[in-house]
């Protein structure tokens, strides 16, 4: 049975739906005809500019409302998320020290050229994010962050010398798909040195899902709003089904 869906606005399924873009035009009255008639092209209806801006020479900023026409059947939509049992910070250490009998060996880092740090101190730091603790305050885990503009191959070193059982990768930089080819790039350097098995491997960012971490070879892939807690428990569930 179909299910088909539209955005809200004012009422079920109007399509109803705001957008926001640039476009390399002076500011004017003909940078807005030229966004109206640009949403058009998009497949939407009866656009309304609620906001244009000079944001440069020959750039204009726009916020346009507008009405899509198709509609989507929801009953078709396939997707997967990460499954993580709903443990908390003692009943994930406690986990680990009866079961594990060790310590869990967890190291993180942004790889490549980008220097943001914002995601992977959220899981990492001490203070963790939206008051649940970082992976650094569990006693029962050795959490090392390496911080931002870590190459692959320092990683994996690092990686191999306190014996880690995951490595957390987190990529906020986007542009022109960067974040795919820093992922890509320690998925192709473990599968070169044969330890892609070795490790649990976790990619982290804003525009990351699960379904991209699994196409790029990764185990598991979280995105905005993900708790420190929710990857430990990933990440312990994990390594005690490897261990059989």
Known sequence: MSENIK???????????????????????????????????????????????????????F?????????LDYSQVVASEVKTADMNFYEINNLIKKELNRKLNVIGATVGTDAHTVGIDAIMNMKGYNQDYGLERYPEI?????????????????????????????????????HIRNFTELVELLEAENLRDRFLLVAGG??????????????????????????????????LEKRG
Do not use: W
Not at 25 to 32: I, L, M, Q, S
Not at 206 to 232: C, H, K, M, W
């Open 7 to 61: 955005p809200y606005g004012d009422t079920l399924n109007d399509g109803i739906t705001q957008l926001a873009f640039t476009l390399p035009v002076e500011f004017g009255a003909k940078a807005r005809k030229a966004a109206e008639l640009y949403v058009l092209k998009l497949n939407f209806e009866h656009p309304v500019v609620a906001h244009a801006e000079k944001i440069a020479d020959n750039f204009t900023y």
């Open 63 to 71: 916020v346009v409302y507008a009405r899509a026409i198709p509609a």
């Open 142 to 178: 050795n959490a090392l962050n390496m911080g931002a503009q870590v190459t692959c191959e320092e990683l994996l070193e690092k990686a191999l010398e306190m014996k880690a059982d995951a490595l957390l990768v987190s990529q906020t930089v986007t542009q022109k798909d960067a």
């Open 206 to 239: 804003a525009r990351v899902t699960n379904d991209l971490a699994i196409e790029l070879g990764y185990d598991a892939g979280f995105g905005p709003g993900t708790l420190p807690s929710q990857v430990a428990s990933f990440i312990i569930t994990k390594t």
